[in-house]
């Protein structure tokens, strides 16, 4: 038995793992489309769009919508809830105040056609 003080223990809980989930198969989505997936705690839209795929966090910054309902094109989703338009590849707002913007995750296209997620 050791009377000596225990190190402090730091207050920030372990961040998990990055891993790649997958998320469905390639052919669940259409062209210029998105879909929200669900990974644990994370809302994730994942939208294929002009050959590629991308993923955005799928709560908009305005007032919390999905932003996987809204249409997709020019590089862009629109969100339905009053028309915001954000960066697929960066999640910035496009012609909106510098600052709001999504979270976006890296995606890629197994051989086998499962898309999958990085989080
Ligand atoms: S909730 Fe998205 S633009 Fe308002």
Redesign the pocket.
């Known amino acids: 038995m050791s009377d000596s003080p225990q190190a402090p223990t730091s207050a920030t809980p372990p961040t998990p793992p990055i891993e790649w989930h997958p998320v469905g198969s390639a052919a669940d989505w259409k062209d210029d489309s998105g879909k929200r997936v669900q990974i644990g705690a994370r809302r994730i839209g994942i939208y294929k769009h002009a050959g590629g795929w991308y993923a955005l966090k799928d709560v908009?910054p305005?007032?919390?919508?999905p932003l996987a309902q809204g249409p997709v094109f020019e590089g862009t989703v629109m969100?339905v809830?009053?028309?915001?338009r954000f960066s697929l590849t960066s999640g910035e707002w496009v012609g909106g105040s510098p600052g709001y913007k999504v979270a976006t995750y890296p995606v890629r296209l197994r051989d086998d056609g499962v898309v999958e997620v990085q989080v």
């Open positions: 908009c305005h007032a919390g919508v969100c809830g009053h028309g915001w």
